[in-house]
C-alpha cells in the first residue's frame, strides 16, 4: 500500500480524489507540476476552481455520472493552472467506494495533452498548406493544358493539309519529318488530355455507395480480354468484399491498375495475373500482381508521379499519368496506395479501402 501511495504521489500525471461533492481530498505532486497549485492550496476547494471562466463546468455532470456507477475514459477538456493560463487535459474518473462497496468519492487522472495538441495544430495548417498548394497546381495545370489546347489544334490542322499537299512529292524524308511532326502533335494532345483529368479528378465530386468490386473487376476484365484476344493469359480473382465509394472513380482505379498489369506482362508466353484482398480492422488492403517485368525498387518513389515513367515509351507505350490518378482517387477515398517488384520477376500493386458499415 505504502509502494502504491508512493507511485501515486511521484506520477507525472494529475492524480486527484475528491467527494461527490467534487471537494478535493487528495493532490499528488503531477497535479502540482500540472496546474501549480500546492496539494494545500487545493485540498477543500471545490475542483471545479479549475474550470477556465467562460467554460462549460462538466463537473456536476461527471460526479453525477461516476455515483450511478459509471467509468469515464480519456474525456478532452480544457483546465486553468494557477497563472491563469489554460491547458488542454484528458481525464479519465473512477469511482472510490467505502469498504461496504458504496461510492463516496471520484478518483482523477489528468494528462497533459498540450505536446498532442501542438502536433495536431501544425499538422492541421501543414494539411491546409497542402490542399492550397494542391488546388493551385490543379488551376495552374488546367489552365496551362486548356492555352495548349489551341496552338496544338493549329498544329495538327496544318501539318494535316500539309500532308495533303505533299501526297504526291517524291521526297520520303519529307513525308517522314511530316508524319514525325504528326505523331508529336499527336502525343501531345494525349499529355494534354491526361493532364486535364488528372487536374478534374481533385475537383470532382464523389458520390459514396455500396461497391460490388468483383462485379466491377469483373467487367474490366471482360473489356480488356476483348483488346488482347490471342495472348495467353491466367487471371486468379479472389472472392473480394464490398465497399464504399464512388463507383466510376474505382473503375479508373481498376482499370489503370489491372491495364498496367496486363501490358507490362505483354513479353510473358504466359501471363499470371492475381488479383486478392487482405484486410486488418479498420481497412482492406487489395492487391494486383503480375509476373511481368517488373521494376527496380530503387525507383518505387517515382510510381505514383505525374508524368514518371520507369520504362521508355518504344517498349511500353503510355503517357505516365495513370497511377498519378489511381493515388489521387485512392487518397480521396481515405486509402493509401504503393507497390513492391523488382526487374524480371513482376510487380504487385496495393491499394486500400476503408471499411464502412454501409459496405
Known amino acids: 500500500m505504502l509502494v502504491l ?12 480524489s475528491k467527494d461527490l461533492n467534487g471537494v478535493v481530498q487528495s493532490w499528488n ?12 492550496e487545493a485540498i477543500g476547494r471545490n475542483i471545479s476552481f479549475l474550470v477556465p471562466p467562460g467554460h462549460i463546468d ?3 455532470d461527471i460526479l453525477r455520472r461516476i455515483a450511478q456507477g459509471e467509468h469515464i475514459d480519456h474525456f478532452e ?10 491547458v488542454p487535459v484528458a481525464l479519465t474518473f473512477s469511482a472510490i467506494k467505502d469498504t461496504s462497496g458504496k461510492i463516496i468519492g471520484a478518483s482523477k487522472i489528468a494528462h497533459d495533452i498540450t505536446e498532442r495538441k501542438l502536433a495536431e495544430k501544425k499538422l492541421k495548417e501543414a494539411n491546409e498548406h497542402l490542399e492550397a498548394a494542391n488546388k493551385d497546381l490543379e488551376s495552374f495545370s488546367y489552365s496551362v493544358s486548356h492555352d495548349l489546347r489551341a496552338p496544338l489544334r493549329h ?23 511530316a508524319a514525325t511532326i504528326a505523331r508529336a502533335a499527336k502525343k501531345m494532345g494525349m499529355l494534354i488530355d491526361d493532364l486535364l483529368a488528372f487536374s478534374r479528378l481533385g475537383r470532382a465530386e464523389i458520390t459514396m455507395r455500396k461497391v460490388r468490386l468483383n462485379a466491377l473487376i469483373g467487367g474490366v476484365v471482360r473489356e480488356i480480354q476483348d483488346e488482347v484476344k490471342g495472348r495467353d493469359i491466367e487471371w486468379k480473382i479472389d472472392e473480394l468484399p464490398n465497399v464504399f465509394g464512388d463507383q466510376s472513380l474505382l473503375r479508373l482505379v481498376l482499370v489503370n491498375l489491372i491495364s498496367n498489369a496486363v501490358k507490362f506482362t505483354s513479353t510473358r508466353p504466359r501471363a499470371e495475373i492475381e488479383i486478392g484482398h487482405k484486410e486488418d480492422r479498420d481497412e482492406f488492403i487489395f492487391f494486383i500482381k503480375d509476373n511481368g517485368i517488373g521494376f527496380d525498387m530503387e525507383y518505387v518513389d517515382k510510381l505514383f508521379g505525374v508524368f514518371q515513367r520507369l520504362h521508355t515509351e518504344e517498349e511500353f507505350e503510355g503517357t505516365g499519368i495513370g497511377l ?7 487518397t480521396r477515398h481515405g486509402g493509401k496506395t504503393w ?21
Open 5 to 16: 501511495s508512493a507511485l501515486v504521489q511521484s506520477a507525472d500525471d494529475a492524480i486527484i
Open 29 to 40: 505532486i503531477g497535479a502540482e507540476k500540472i496546474f501549480g497549485y500546492k496539494a494545500q
Open 58 to 60: 462538466e463537473v456536476p
Open 77 to 86: 477538456t480544457a483546465r486553468m493552472r494557477k497563472d491563469g493560463t489554460n
Open 155 to 177: 498544329m495538327s490542322g496544318f501539318v494535316q493539309l500539309l500532308q495533303k499537299r505533299i501526297v504526291d512529292y517524291p521526297d520520303e524524308k519529307t513525308h517522314s519529318y
Open 324 to 330: 498519378a490518378n489511381v493515388r489521387r482517387i485512392v
Open 339 to 359: 507497390a513492391e517488384g523488382s526487374l524480371g520477376a513482376g510487380a504487385t500493386f496495393y491499394f486500400t479501402l476503408p471499411k464502412t458499415r454501409e459496405a
